[in-house]
């Protein structure tokens, strides 16, 4: 099965930080780009951040811009999220997913594969 698979996800608290990964394998390796997306306690999943495989250049959503910073190890085939200053409404399912071609879109319907998810509760 085609499926990125995360890590990292854990508790902290409010100020915090927590760093999760992303390792692809199989198929995954001729995807263009990668990208995080959370779903919140009884809300809609969102974008967080995306990175292309060659460039590195990268996207992020307003509300993490300048806390958060996607990355990735092409040598491990492996995609990062460092979060920094985590606050509470940051406590989410974190989800990967890759995409083939090279734009950075924010619409979750434009991923082709997703993981399962990793929790990460911030408490105040």
């Known amino acids: 099965q085609v499926q990125p698979v995360e890590s990292g996800g854990g508790l902290v608290q409010a100020g915090g930080s927590l760093r999760l990964s992303c390792a692809t394998s199989?198929?995954?390796?001729?995807?263009?780009?990668m990208g995080w997306f959370r779903q919140g306690p009884g809300k809609e999943r969102e974008f967080v951040a995306a990175i292309r495989w060659r460039s590195a250049s990268t996207l992020y959503a307003d509300s993490v811009k300048g806390r958060f910073t996607i990355s990735r190890d092409n040598a491990k085939n492996t995609v990062y999220l460092q979060m920094n200053s985590l606050k509470p409404e940051d406590t989410a399912v974190y989800y990967c997913?890759?995409?083939?071609?090279?734009?950075?879109?924010?619409?979750?319907?434009?991923?082709?594969?997703w993981g399962q998810g990793t929790q990460v509760t911030v408490s105040s």
């Open positions: 199989g198929r995954l390796f001729s995807m263009d780009a």
């Open positions: 997913a890759a995409r083939q071609g090279l734009r950075l879109p924010v619409r979750m319907e434009e991923y082709d594969y």
